[in-house]
Nanobody
Framework: QVQLVESGGGLVQPGGSLRLSCAVS????????MGWYRQAPGKQREMVAI??????NYADSVKGRVTISRDNAKNTVYLQMNSLKPEDTAVYYC??????????????WGQGTQVTVSS
């Protein structure tokens, strides 16, 4: 089994910063892509940022304000968010594409962490 545990969400004022973390653990052989998604009330889940094979991809709405990074030694992915706006308010989910010890590949999701941007 594979578990993803997120942390770092919370309440922040507009213009503030937050850093989200997601640690992956379990029967891991290797981790391919890792990413962050978010879902605001009444909206569909959307991609925020993905990192895979050394490359990164960002949603247009967060480009220039958000940086995704990963520590392969710790099986952890981070999302540094700056200049936060009220429209960034959402539940943020971590996603990892993992090859487990039995060599099967599956997508796994974290439980989500709430980010609220409000004055």
């Amino acid at each position: 089994q594979v578990q993803l545990v997120e942390s770092g969400g919370g309440l922040v004022q507009p213009g503030g910063s937050l850093r989200l973390s997601c640690a992956v653990s379990g029967s891991i052989f290797s981790i391919n892509a890792m990413g962050w998604y978010r879902q605001a009330p009444g909206k569909q889940r959307e991609m925020v940022a993905i990192t895979s094979g050394g490359s990164t991809n960002y949603a247009d709405s967060v480009k220039g304000r958000v940086t995704i990074s990963r520590d392969n030694a710790k099986n952890t992915v981070y999302l540094q968010m700056n200049s936060l706006k009220p429209e960034d308010t959402a539940v943020y989910y971590c996603n990892a594409n993992v090859r487990t010890s039995n060599l099967r590949v599956n997508n796994y999701w974290g439980q989500g962490t709430q980010v609220t941007v409000s004055s």
